[in-house]
């Protein structure tokens, strides 16, 4: 396996394998444990570690192009883009494929204005169910949802106001992840702060919070 495992030995009892948000594999061991047997532990797990360190490159945000076979990530799983010559404009997204219907001679500029329109027309559509299905779930549901693209968080809510603003970033992340951010900020309704309560609130509805949050990070 070509990946590079950082192996820090500590007094612990069980072998602690993770990958971070930045894509470092670590792993601790307890200091008597054999390195034979830390590379046998390793090799085991390469299926787990592959499969996470992809997770995070899907998650990062690529630059787009607009040409055929470019990948965009929508809701977290690759697609591969197809451009269609038509005489309308619309996206469609089928299986592995994201397809732009556009004019003749369409110019980068023309595909990117037909995908943002409508990827926002998505994730809105999307953003406003989960928050009205979990809503009602946990009985707080806000006045106004507002979507912007915006660059240092993925969401925030004016409790008095019950006012919930999402980032339009989240369409590229999986829905699971989606979803602990509608949480999060229905959540702020009732508690406007990270106090103790909101968090118990908060783990009452989705007991992985935390590890949602920390892939989050990994964006
Ligand atoms: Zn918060």
């Avoid at 490159?57 to 197809?82: A, H, M, P, V, W």
């Avoid at 809510?157 to 509608?182: D, H, M, R, W």
């Amino acid at each position: 396996m070509n990946i590079k495992v950082e192996i820090t030995r500590k007094k612990i009892k069980n072998i602690i394998l993770k990958v971070t948000p930045d894509g470092k594999v670590l792993l601790s061991a307890p200091m008597r444990v054999p390195e034979s047997y830390l590379k046998d532990f390793i090799n085991q797990k390469e299926d787990w570690i592959l499969k996470k360190l992809d997770e995070i490159k899907n998650r990062r945000k690529k630059e787009i192009t607009y040409e055929n076979g470019d990948e965009i990530i929508f809701l977290g799983e690759k697609k591969y883009l197809e451009i269609i010559n038509s005489s309308f404009e619309k996206v469609v997204v089928k299986g592995e494929k994201l397809y732009i219907y556009c004019l003749e001679n369409s110019t980068t500029k023309d595909r990117e204005r037909i995908f943002k329109n409508w990827l926002k027309i998505e994730i809105t559509e999307i953003l406003r169910s989960m928050t009205y299905r979990l809503g009602k779930m946990i009985g707080y549901l806000p006045n106004e949802i507002r979507i912007r693209d915006m660059k240092t968080r993925w969401g925030s809510c004016i409790s008095g106001k019950k006012v919930i603003t999402y980032n339009l970033q989240l369409a590229f992340q999986p829905l699971p992840l989606i979803e602990y951010i509608v949480l999060h900020e229905l959540a702020h309704i009732p508690f406007p702060n990270h106090q103790k309560e909101f968090w118990n609130f908060v783990e009452k509805f989705i007991p992985d919070w935390k590890e949602r949050r920390k892939q989050l990070k990994g964006k």
